[in-house]
């Protein structure tokens, strides 16, 4: 797999935010086949930094409902990358 492809976007929330500025940790939405050694390897292609762990989520899809009945969000899975303390990723 590209590392284009493996890495789909970043995730920009709250939470996600603070645990760049505070931790070192930055999240994104990655492809669901894509193991922890390929998001270490493509995340460090495509940012130029050392990554330290990688933390996987799979998150299913969430029942929602809107006036023409109920319908599933999609199932994605997340990886929470920390970063070497000397580097930096600026998403913004």
């Known amino acids: 797999m ?3 492809t493996i890495i789909r976007r970043p995730i920009v929330t709250e939470k996600a935010t603070m645990e760049s ?3 070192n940790r930055v999240t ?3 492809d669901r086949a894509a193991s922890k050694d390929q998001i270490r390897r493509a995340v460090e292609s495509l940012y130029s ?4 762990s990688v933390a ?3 998150r299913r ?3 929602r409902r809107n006036r023409f ?3 599933q969000s999609k199932v994605m899975k997340r990886a929470i990358v920390k ?3 000397d580097d930096r990723i600026e998403l913004f």
Do not use: K
């Open 83 to 85: 970063i070497h303390p």
């Open 2 to 4: 590209e590392p284009t």
């Open 61 to 63: 899809g969430q029942l």
């Open 21 to 23: 500025t505070e931790h």
């Open 69 to 71: 009945g109920f319908y």
């Open 49 to 52: 930094v050392r990554v330290l």
């Open 28 to 30: 994104f939405e990655v």
């Open 56 to 58: 996987t989520q799979n």
